[in-house]
């Protein structure tokens, strides 16, 4: 039994499973592996390399501290930063062998300027075709490409994002469409103005939803790690969770009636009953909006959490019958018998997606990557 008081398991096996899946989605396009903020909380390198051998072509970070995170764990592939850079992050990306997102001038006149003999400045340039967010509005987007290529650097990428790729039913099902739309318009011209480059809008939800969208590239993140890019349950895509999180009781107590567990005593006992103390709390990323709200799985059942979420620790009800005495193991995410929970479940439950649940377990957590 490990000393640890809570474990983040990743399971890199069933990351190359969905690695594989989703590059058969996107038909014969590269599968550019998402590994942003640590690899959504699952570890960056280590989840980069399992990528990697299950069929993706590319990375993409958010940073050049992430990718040059991944150049010093040994990481050779290319690897796209697709967060607007500023000051000596664009000498950075180039000394890392990055390629870079560029949506304005402001990203031009930074790589442009960070270019060298043997430092090719690649960019990918962003279209903004509805998310509101990076990139150049459409009817500038080849204005860019052509200032981009003026000012000496390489057009290797014509690229834009979805916001509503994940709604496949609602109100905002079909924005994708209008999306994918404006951005179709743009590619013969940029085809043939800069043939090689590649062309990219996926993202996972996009993959997985429509094939259609693949173009040369799709840049997946969610998904690799087993989470439902729709918010459902991942089996329904035949995706398999990765992140396995697990602790133990710490303590397990009898209640009477009326006794209260935690700060502000927002939970008490309505009945005799055991309760059990878990080492994990809010600092861990056991988020406060669990408080009375989540159950976690011991012995095979569930069982419920109780009271306010602390900063270290958690208490659940494990009933009048308990035959638990401390040191068992909690599953918090993942599987045990014939029960299971998913960071979609905790999403759920906190109003949030999953990639906040996996993204916050915080680096008080151990990851043993496995398999
Ligand atoms: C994070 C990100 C992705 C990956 O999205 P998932 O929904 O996790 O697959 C793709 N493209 C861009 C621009 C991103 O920022």
């Known amino acids: 039994m490990s000393d640890a008081r809570s474990i983040a398991t990743i399971d890199l096996t069933a990351l190359r499973h969905n690695a594989s899946r989703l590059a058969r989605a996107a038909g014969g396009a590269e599968l550019m592996a998402v590994v942003k903020a640590n690899g959504y909380g699952h570890g960056a390198v280590p989840c980069a390399q399992a990528a990697l051998d299950g069929g993706a072509g590319s990375l993409a970070v958010a940073s050049v501290e992430e990718a040059e995170e991944l150049r010093l764990g040994g990481v050779s592939a290319r690897i796209l930063i697709m967060s607007p850079l500023a000051g000596a992050g664009f000498d950075r990306a180039l ?4 390629e870079v997102v560029v949506g304005d001038d402001a990203g031009v006149r930074g790589m442009a300027a960070a270019a060298g003999p043997g430092r090719p400045a690649r960019v990918h340039v962003e279209v903004d075709t509805g998310m509101g967010r990076l990139g150049v509005a459409p009817d ?5 490409a052509e200032a981009a290529d003026a000012a000496g650097c390489e057009v290797v990428g014509l690229m834009t994002h979805f916001a509503t790729a994940d709604e496949r039913v609602g109100p905002e099902a079909g924005f994708m ?40 590239m799709v840049r997946c993140g969610i998904a690799l790690y087993g989470c439902s890019p729709f918010g459902g349950d991942p089996s329904d ?13 710490a303590q397990v107590k009898p209640f009477t009636s009326r006794m209260s567990a935690g700060y502000g005593r927002t939970w008490r006992a309505a009945r005799g009953t055991w309760v059990g103390i878990i080492p994990v709390g809010y600092a861990d ?10 159950e976690v799985l011991v012995g095979g059942r569930r069982v419920p959490v109780v009271g306010t979420v ?12 308990a035959v638990e005495r401390g040191g068992e193991e909690v599953v918090i995410i993942g599987r045990q018998g014939d029960e299971r929970i998913t960071a979609d479940e905790i999403a759920r439950r906190r109003g949030s997606i999953s990639y906040e649940v996996t993204c916050a377990v915080s680096p008080r957590v151990a990851r043993v990557h496995q398999g």
């Open 310 to 321: 602390s900063m270290d620790l958690v208490a659940v009800d494990l009933g009048p019958e």
């Open 177 to 216: 469409m209008e999306q994918l739309v404006r951005f179709r318009q743009l590619v013969p011209a940029f085809r043939d103005r800069f043939p090689g480059a590649q062309v990219h809008a996926s993202n996972s939800a996009a993959t997985l939803r429509d094939p259609d969208a693949a173009f040369d």
């Open 95 to 98: 000394a890392a062998g990055c």
């Open 140 to 144: 500038g987007a080849m204005a860019l």
């Open 237 to 249: 895509d035949d995706l398999i969770p990765v992140m396995h999180w697990t602790s133990r009781l």
């Open 285 to 294: 990323g056991f988020s406060r909006d669990l408080s009375n709200n989540d």
